[in-house]
């Protein structure tokens, strides 16, 4: 993994194969030219002068300094309109950098503070390097350059070693958005429920973190019906993973719950989907994922709070064992559900797993993320995932920081209304409402599971993997997205410092 270090900015003489230098739109005064050699400096100027680099948002020139200077090279960076630019934007264009470095072959390069330094910059640029340079080829037999990047110096105007700090942090948090994409990018022939199982395991293992793995015949003796009827049809058995880190000095201290939707692969059981698109449903394993890796980021960095994540997973496939539309099905709570689509499946496991965690842990809020709906995608695009909740406070505190993060959520209202589509006829409730507000009526659904406990629930079908209509970013290669990881990070390092 990279190192990312913060340094006071000497640039007359850091030693470095490529220093980048962001430059916003119309701004031709980039630095001192004491801090350059006058020829270099000169080349600079000419080339913002002339026009061949203006500094728009994410173009780039690279500038060789012929001997002249410790630097070999400069790269000109654009970052766009000075007031347009926010932390969002130098993730991004960290990452474009980072991105550009590794396609010049070099092992290390240095990067001067985009804007005025402040710890949402440091943390935005070590985020974006780190994020931007993830790549999956576990499965490639030429994996990718030889030459790795090593080591990013970002340089500042300041020695303050708080700086650095930040950058530790941020870099842990980006090393577990990157662990949950390893893990949402396996194929399904190799992450089948019980892979997950021991990847949670191991983690618990290397983290300090207590782990329970509860089987198929164990979920039907605890009454789990949700989760044994969707897991039915597979030959890879249901698993419910729990894993509990308890880092608060109080051990009165109540834990968040996290609730991750894995289904590992969704054929859509006996409702089978179309065929087209099908292999992208590896991807409904990754609000687990999302889960796993905010333990893994919690426990690395010791945070001063105690969270349970609790992961049902299941494969979703038709046999002559898979639930069926028309069964009814007692779930963990009591409650029964009458099956009207095997392919809604995501709200079955998870209604399972939300009234267990609740029953046994009594959690102060519980958070869910599922790649729950195509009608959240509908809705809101591939950019912006959909956030229901039962509780105000808890909403706008997600929402707010997912602005931060540049993880778009928006809140779809849950109206009593919506409970109205989903009675049924037969038992309490019905596993879908149909077409009309798709991704309000399977939110409606988890609710009832939900007791009364302040409960969010985070829907990103669109957001969890580059798709269709996905807006290019460089801290976002394709594939799993790891969605979620830094903003819940952040809500948890959030609740902590409220608790010191
Ligand atoms: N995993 C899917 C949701 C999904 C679809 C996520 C496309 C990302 C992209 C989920 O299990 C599902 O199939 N939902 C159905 C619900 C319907 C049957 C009520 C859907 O959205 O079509
Ligand atoms: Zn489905
Ligand atoms: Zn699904």
Known sequence: MVQVKVEKAKIDQRQTSLLVIGVFEGDLDIMQSKELDPAVFASIKETLQNKEFKGTFGSSILVYTLGKGPMKKIMLLGLGKKEKFTDESARICAGKAAQKAKELATKEFSILQFSNLDEGLIEAMAEG??????????????????????????????DSPKFQSVADKASHVAEAVNFARDIGNLPPNDCPPAHLASI???????????????DRYELENMGMGGIVAVGKGSNNPPKLIILEYNGSSDPQQKSYLLVGKAVTFDTGGISIKPGEKMDEMKFDKCGGCTVLAVMRAVASMKLAVNVVGIVPSVENMPSATSYRPGDIIKMYNGKTVEVLNTDAEGRMILADALAYGIATYSPKAVIDLATLTGAAIIALGANVAAIVGTNKQLTDRMRK?????????????????????????????????GRAGGAITAAAFLSNFASSTPWVHIDIAGTAWTQDGTHEKSYNPKGATGFGVRTLVKFLMEDEKQAV
Do not use: C, R
Request: charged letters at 30%.
């Open 200 to 214: 949670a395991l191991s983690l618990a293992q290397e983290h300090g973190m207590k782990a329970q793995v509860i």
């Open 401 to 433: 920081l997912a602005d931060k993060t540049g993880e778009k959520m928006w809140e779809l209202p849950l109206y009593d209304e919506f409970h109205d589509q989903i009675k049924s006829t037969y038992a309490d409730i019905k596993n879908i409402g």
């Open 129 to 158: 390097v780190t994020l931007a340079l993830y790549s999956f080829d576990k499965y490639k037999e030429a994996k990718e350059p030889s030459t790795k990047i090593e080591e990013i110096a970002i340089l500042i105007n300041s």
